[in-house]
């Protein structure tokens, strides 16, 4: 069973940034390919990014070229840097984490297995 605990959510005003991190309870982190979702009041959930065992990630067009998705073998860590934040990114945002081969390429339609809890992200105008 692995467990996944976000942080660092928070309330920004509109083009402020925020850092949201991602620790996972597993011995074999490096085994996972891992993404970041969001869902909005109201809402269906959507993907935002994924990174996979190589770190070749993927993005949503929404946030291309604002937010960044990294990981942290050693620290069991996945990281989402949001910079140009935008009233519209406003959310509870989750990561989530799958098994995966080296050479797999995860997407946000990938059945991941395990969840967090998730971190709450309030942008201004």
């Known amino acids: 069973q692995v467990q996944l605990v976000e942080s660092g959510g928070g309330a920004v005003q509109s083009g402020g940034s925020l850092r949201l991190s991602c620790v996972a309870s597993?011995?074999?982190?490096?085994?996972?390919?891992m993404g970041w979702f969001r869902q909005a009041p109201g809402k269906e959930r959507e993907g935002v990014a994924t990174?996979?065992?190589?770190?070749?990630?993927t993005y949503a067009d929404a946030v291309k070229g604002r937010f960044t998705i990294s990981r942290d073998n050693a620290k069991n860590t996945l990281y989402l840097q949001m910079d140009s934040l935008k009233p519209e990114d406003t959310a509870m945002y989750y990561c989530?984490?799958?098994?995966?081969?080296?050479?797999?390429?995860?997407?946000?339609?990938?059945?991941?297995?395990?969840w967090g809890q998730g971190t709450q992200v309030t942008v201004s105008s």
């Open positions: 989530a984490a799958v098994p995966c081969g080296l050479y797999y390429r995860v997407t946000t339609t990938t059945d991941y297995s395990y």
């Open positions: 597993v011995d074999t982190y490096n085994s996972y390919c």
């Open positions: 990174i996979d065992r190589l770190r070749r990630t």
